[in-house]
């Protein structure tokens, strides 16, 4: 079993920034994807990105340019998602999300960009 915790959502303006974390623990294989996906009211859940243990990330296009993820150096199983220039279209709720073996959810985290 894994537990994941998220933190950092909120309410930010429209160009604003916020950075999410979750942090990752319990069974963890050596290799793991560690991300993020979003939804909003009415929508699927979506890919936002995803980083590898090997540090290789992946982006939805909506995010590239605008979002960076990241893995801890000192502690590979904390990931970060750096959101800048953010949109009102960014609103959902994030959840962060843990493949190794299988799959985990966070509870998720509200992030609203007001226009």
């Known amino acids: 079993q894994v537990q994941l915790v998220e933190s950092g959502g909120g309410l930010v303006q429209t160009g604003g920034s916020l950075r999410l974390s979750c942090a990752a623990s319990?069974?963890?294989?050596?290799?793991?994807?560690m991300g993020w996906y979003r939804q909003s009211p009415g929508k699927q859940r979506e890919l936002v990105a995803t980083i590898t243990t090997g540090d290789i990330a992946n982006y939805a296009d909506s995010g590239k340019g605008r979002f960076t993820i990241s893995r801890d150096n000192a502690n590979k199983n904390m990931v970060y998602l750096q959101m800048n220039s953010l949109k009102p279209e960014d609103t959902a709720v994030y959840y962060c999300?843990?493949?190794?073996?299988?799959?985990?959810w966070g509870q998720g985290t509200q992030v609203t960009v007001s226009s």
């Open positions: 319990g069974t963890i294989f050596s290799f793991n994807v």
């Open positions: 999300y843990f493949f190794g073996g299988s799959r985990y």
